[in-house]
């Protein structure tokens, strides 16, 4: 009789929220205490609104911007430290970070099509030892069986401050994402609400690790 090997399991976080929350400094923070790889489900949508733009592809042309989701050359990596993007083999992660991009993301992120080619890139992630995830749809659509989900939120002035925005472009984007028809940003039924208005990073990563303590070993 064949002895059963049984699949060791991943340990999946989710942390969603609109922009300016602090997902990506708490995700990388509990990343490194938890040593989790930190999976940014933002970097599939940024990579993907870039690469729109340097093949300067129509983005209304849905068809056009799904099939670039399926460049080939288009990568994205992440371990503890994070998650790196790379087209043709070059990492463009530093590309990624501003607004700009950001609202390209948005507007690609809408169409169901690019959602679905983006999916299985992600929960391709899902691996031992497991991931923090952070985005839109990580605890209701990516990663539904996740074993902790954190809905991470913070008043809009708080979150323009900390993005350096002003408070209509980060609501239009807060509006877009929320509004869309497939997988908006919106809190699953079994996350844990925090409100990071007035809570120090700390405050939030050591709430945080509080809960998954609670379930790590379970
Ligand atoms: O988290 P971020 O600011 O890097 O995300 C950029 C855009 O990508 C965001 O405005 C909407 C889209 N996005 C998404 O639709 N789903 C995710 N899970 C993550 C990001």
């Given at each position: 009789?064949?002895?059963?090997?049984?699949?060791?399991?991943?340990?999946i976080v989710t942390?969603?929220?609109?922009?300016?929350?602090?997902?990506?400094?708490?995700?990388?923070?509990?990343?490194?205490?938890?040593?989790?790889?930190?999976?940014?489900?933002?970097?599939?949508?940024?990579?993907?609104?870039?690469?729109?733009?340097?093949?300067?592809?129509?983005?209304?042309?849905?068809?056009?911007?799904?099939?670039?989701?399926?460049?080939?050359?288009?990568?994205?990596?992440?371990?503890?430290?994070?998650?790196?993007?790379?087209?043709?083999?070059?990492?463009?992660?530093?590309?990624?970070?501003?607004?700009?991009?950001?609202?390209?993301?948005?507007?690609?992120?809408?169409?169901?099509?690019?959602?679905?080619?983006?999916?299985?890139?992600?929960?391709?992630?899902?691996?031992?030892?497991?991931?923090i995830?952070?985005?839109?749809?990580?605890?209701?659509?990516?990663?539904?069986?996740a074993n902790v989900?954190?809905?991470?939120?913070?008043?809009?002035?708080?979150?323009?401050?900390?993005?350096?925005?002003?408070?209509?472009?980060?609501?239009?984007?807060?509006?877009?994402?929320?509004?869309?028809?497939?997988?908006?940003?919106?809190?699953?039924?079994?996350?844990?609400?925090?409100?990071?208005?007035?809570?120090?990073?700390?405050?939030?990563?050591?709430?945080?690790?509080?809960?998954v303590?609670?379930?790590?070993?379970?």
């Open positions: 009789m064949s002895a059963t090997i049984s699949k060791p399991k991943a340990f942390i969603d929220g609109p922009a300016g929350s602090g997902k990506s400094t708490v995700s990388g923070l509990l990343a490194q205490r938890l040593n989790l790889n930190f999976l940014t489900t933002g970097a599939f949508y940024r990579g993907l609104a870039y690469l729109c733009r340097k093949k300067a592809v129509d983005l209304k042309k849905i068809e056009e911007v799904t099939a670039l989701a399926y460049y080939k050359a288009f990568d994205v990596q992440a371990d503890v430290m994070g998650t790196k993007v790379f087209i043709d083999g070059i990492d463009i992660t530093n590309e990624l970070s501003n607004e700009e991009v950001a609202l390209v993301a948005s507007q690609i992120s809408a169409y169901p099509e690019v959602r679905l080619a983006l999916l299985d890139l992600q929960r391709d992630f899902a691996r031992p030892p497991g991931i995830a952070e985005g839109r749809d990580c605890g209701t659509v990516v990663f539904p069986n989900k954190i809905f991470l939120t913070a008043s809009l002035d708080k979150r323009a401050t900390r993005r350096l925005a002003d408070e209509q472009t980060i609501s239009n984007r807060d509006n877009a994402d929320s509004r869309r028809k497939v997988a908006p940003l919106s809190k699953a039924k079994d996350a844990i609400e925090i409100d990071s208005t007035a809570l120090s990073v700390d405050e939030v990563v050591d709430k945080i690790i509080g809960i303590k609670d379930k790590w070993k379970k």
